[in-house]
Every structure is written in C-alpha cells, then in structure tokens.
C-alpha cells in the first residue's frame, strides 16, 4: 500500500505541475499577443497622428498579383496603389523592377502615365511626377516574360513614409502562415501527459520488478 500511495502521489504532483505550466503558458501567450498588438495599434495611431500633423499623405500598395505558375504566352502583373489619406500626394515616384523578367506592355488606370518607348526592352517599369488625390487610387497593368518581379517602390513629395513590396516576402506570406496558439498550446499539453504516462509506468514497471525480486533480496 505504501508503494501504491507513493506511485500515486508522485503521479498527483506531476499532473498538478504540467496543469500549472500548460496554464501559465498559456496565459504568457495570450499576454504576449496582446502587448504586440497594443504596439502595433499605438504605432498606427502615432503614424496617423503624424499625417494629420503634418498634411502628408499615406500611400497604400494592395492586391498585389501574379500568376503561380508560368506558360508558354504572356503573364501578367498587377497592383494597386492608393492614396488612404485626406491630403494629395505630390510628385510621386513608382518604379516596379521585374527584375530578368521583360516588360511586354503595360497601362495604368484612370490614368495612363506609361510612356511605350520607356518600357521597350525593359525590364523596370518607372513612373514619375503624377499625383495622387484623396482616396484615389492609381491601378497598374503589366504583361511581361514570366510571372515574377523583384520589388515595387512608392516615394514622394509630401509622402508620411517611403512604401515598398517585394516578391520574396509576398510569396512567403501567401505560402506560410502564422501557427495558431490554441493549437500549440494542445501541443504543449500533449507532450506533458505522454511524459506523465511515461513516467507512470516506468514508476509501474520498478514497483513491479521490486515485488518480484524482494523474495530473492531478503
């Protein structure tokens, strides 16, 4: 009885311990995620803060795309950019590098700033001195060799900050999303009662092996 009560203590306090890390982990995380999003909405809240300050105006680069794969014909490219503030943007700068890819054509809407013989051969596309009014939005067209391109750069005049969008990070954000706390924190919680079952009949198999062997012991 007296092996029995210890195994069984010893379990209790293993139990006890992998419920007190499970939850504090737990609540380290959600504490953890918290603070990074006060952070990121007091950054947010500076930076508007700073546009409003100052008259400058926000510019946004969204829904940025290509194809996944690449055919035989021409691919395409596209993107937004848009101007997320009361104030214009002045003599803006867009330049998106295709890097080894070329520029077989390309057009933006509503207003067409491309000029042909700028794109000829090129691989760069680069737009200058065009404005942007509030809430406006500039979209921009491309066919071009392959479905890639390296990087995609906004600057300007009066802008709050310099906007930028590369491929790399785009295709990792697409390919690879953020784990899911719950699901490692059930992870976490698992490991711990495989480790108690583990311990649990390791403790089993030397109590076992000490009945067996104590006739021979005494």
Same mark, same amino acid.
């Given at each position: 009885m007296d092996t029995k009560a210890a195994i069984f203590t010893c379990i209790g306090a293993i139990v006890a311990s992998a419920i007190t890390a499970g939850v504090m982990y737990y609540n380290n995380e959600r504490t953890l995620q918290t603070k990074i999003h006060e952070?990121?909405?007091?950054?947010? !809240?500076? +930076?508007?803060?700073?546009? !409003?300050?100052?008259?400058?105006?926000?510019? %946004? @680069?969204s829904n940025t795309? $290509?194809? +996944?794969i690449n055919t035989n014909i021409d691919s395409i490219f596209y993107t937004e950019i848009s101007n997320?503030? *009361?104030?214009?943007?002045?003599?803006? %700068?867009? =330049?998106?590098?295709f890097g080894g890819t070329e520029i077989r054509a390309c057009e933006t809407l509503p207003f067409n700033y491309v000029k042909p !013989?700028? @794109?000829?051969?090129?691989?760069?596309?680069?737009? *200058?001195?065009?404005?942007?009014?509030?809430? !406006?939005?500039l979209y921009v067209y491309c066919q071009t060799s392959s479905p890639m391109f390296e990087s995609i750069k906004v600057s300007g005049d009066n802008l709050a900050y310099r906007v930028s969008k590369d491929f790399e990070s785009?295709?990792?954000? =697409? $390919?690879?999303?953020?784990?899911?706390?719950?699901? =490692?924190?059930?992870k976490v919680i698992g490991c711990i009662?495989? %480790? @108690?079952? @583990?311990?649990?009949f390791t403790l089993a198999g030397i109590a076992f092996s000490n009945k067996k062997l104590k006739p021979y012991l005494d």
């Open positions: 952070a990121e909405k007091q950054r947010v !809240e500076l +930076r508007k803060q700073v546009v !409003e300050n100052k008259k400058l105006a926000k510019i %946004l @680069i795309y $290509v194809p +996944r997320e503030s *009361e104030n214009p943007s002045n003599n803006m %700068l867009l =330049t998106v590098n !013989e700028s @794109i000829k051969n090129s691989s760069v596309l680069t737009l *200058e001195n065009f404005k942007l009014l509030s809430n !406006e939005k785009m295709r990792i954000k =697409t $390919v690879a999303k953020s784990g899911n706390s719950y699901a =490692t924190f059930f009662v495989a %480790l @108690i079952f @583990i311990g649990f």
